[in-house]
């Protein structure tokens, strides 16, 4: 895990689970875990700089997201939230962006 500096903003719990993560980001949200393919737990970031999410495979679960810089994924990008709000490039093969609110 590289964890350095971008925003990812939830109200109430934000989970990030993937096989590689390179993760820049402030984290502002009540608990947060990153799970590793090696049971690695980071709990809570603050002043970090600059965006980039890099995974295989990214699932990210929230009640509300708030994602500022680039989301590059190898394979499958799976966000479930209420609300999501994405600034910064988004550069895909292949996208569905369902909004079921």
């Given at each position: 895990?590289?964890?350095e ?33 090696e ?5 809570r ?32 990008i ?13 550069i ?9 609110y």
């Open positions: 895990i590289l964890i500096g971008a925003r990812l903003k939830a109200l109430d719990n934000l989970n990030i689970k993937s096989d590689n993560i390179t993760l820049k980001s402030i984290v502002e949200d009540k608990e947060t875990y990153l799970v590793t393919d049971n690695v737990f980071v709990r970031y603050e002043e970090l700089k600059k965006s980039t999410i890099e995974a295989n495979n990214l699932n990210i679960l929230s009640k509300n997201t708030l994602i500022l810089g680039d989301i590059k994924v190898n394979e499958d799976n966000i479930s939230t209420k609300n999501l709000e994405i600034s910064g490039d988004k895909t093969n292949k996208s569905h962006l369902i909004n079921n």
